[in-house]
């Protein structure tokens, strides 16, 4: 079990009503708590239980089917799905609510659009040694690549960007509902180097930085040694983002400010007035969430910041041993 981690919701799903502070029950001995996820409204966690030597999830009280193996637990932005992958044998699958999707060699990366009626994620079709991947949207195989970097979603489901691998090269790729993928003809973006806004409208890109190992948010930003987490505005008029310098910390930049130094930065948000960010950051083993100019107790994991809709408190769910919480920072 890793000893460093965090629970991960991704940070485009803000401006919910986080609710008031709780402490859930204390998870059962045989429970992992780093697979530990919670809702974004702060009222459901899920996460992975062994039994001998077969898996199963709990979602609040309820107990999921058992399988060989499980992980990679998601809830979607409508608290009302949860999908995971499962191992059944010597295939993966992807179970989506009570949906179990077709056997891979490998399933990954699942994202939900805001509502949870569109998803995507990525699937070995072969070993991982014959390098091939497919993408699957909303259950159905819409493109076969070398390899797939983690998919990207508007919140309406409407767009996903991704990059994909060829002959060593990354190239972008967009797919919009009822098209076929596009994929572009730039092969300067790193792995994983594609961000879109939540309404589909702008797309960004990072770029590795030709004879160096360095990259950059578009092709004319500062130079960095890596680029992190990223997230659009609401207006999509101003990008935020984690980057590591040479003396290998983390700082989140927005425009030509950046933060104080952490040895990890994860699930960026605006805040209402799109000049104050939040976010998770790590410094040693322990987890904080860092609110403009507050920051919370410090954490085994904390999941992704959720803004109040009025833009004055930030719900997160925290984790310390076998304890999980739902605590509130108010901003005013």
């Known amino acids: 079990m890793k000893t460093i981690w965090s629970v991960i919701v991704p940070a485009l799903f803000a401006l919910q009503e986080p609710a008031s502070e709780r402490k859930f ?4 001995d045989e429970a992992d708590p780093s697979s530990v996820r919670f809702s974004i409204d702060g009222k459901t966690i899920a996460y992975r239980v062994a039994h001998g030597k077969k898996w199963f999830v709990v979602v609040g009280d309820t107990k999921g089917e058992e399988f060989d193996d499980v992980k990679d637990l998601v809830v979607s932005p409508d608290c009302k799905t949860v999908g995971y992958a499962a191992k059944a044998g010597k295939k993966w699958l992807m179970v989506i609510g009570a949906t179990k999707g077709p056997e891979y060699f490998g399933v990954s990366d699942l994202v939900f659009s805001d509502d949870g009626m569109r998803n995507a994620y990525v699937a070995d079709e072969y070993p991982p040694a014959f390098h091939k991947q497919v993408i699957l949207v909303d259950g159905k195989q819409q493109g076969s690549f070398e390899e797939i970097s983690r998919p990207r979603m508007s919140r309406d489901g409407g ?12 190239n972008p790729v967009t797919w919009r509902s009822g098209e076929s993928g596009t994929l572009s003809d730039s092969t300067a973006v790193v792995r994983d180097g594609v961000r879109v806004s939540a309404d589909g409208k702008r797309i960004i890109h990072i770029y590795a930085k030709k004879g160096t190992s360095s990259v950059t948010v578009g092709e004319n930003g500062p130079e960095f040694d890596a680029i992190g987490d990223l997230v659009i505005s609401k207006d999509a008029s101003s990008i935020a983002y984690a980057a590591r310098t040479s003396d290998g910390t983390w700082s989140v930049v927005l425009g030509e400010k950046k ?6 930065i994860r699930s960026i948000v605006f805040g209402k007035d799109e000049k104050t960010l939040i976010y998770a950051a790590r410094k040693g083993k322990k987890f904080r969430i860092v609110a403009g100019d507050k920051t919370s107790d410090e954490f085994d994991a904390v999941g992704a910041p959720i803004l109040s809709a009025d833009g004055l408190q930030v719900g997160f769910g925290a984790v310390n041993g076998r304890e999980a919480f739902w605590k509130v920072i108010r901003l005013k």
Do not use: K
């Open 159 to 170: 767009l996903i960007a991704f990059t994909a691998s060829s002959m060593g090269a990354w």
């Open 25 to 28: 029950p204390v998870l059962p």
């Open 259 to 264: 933060g104080d130094p952490y040895d990890e």
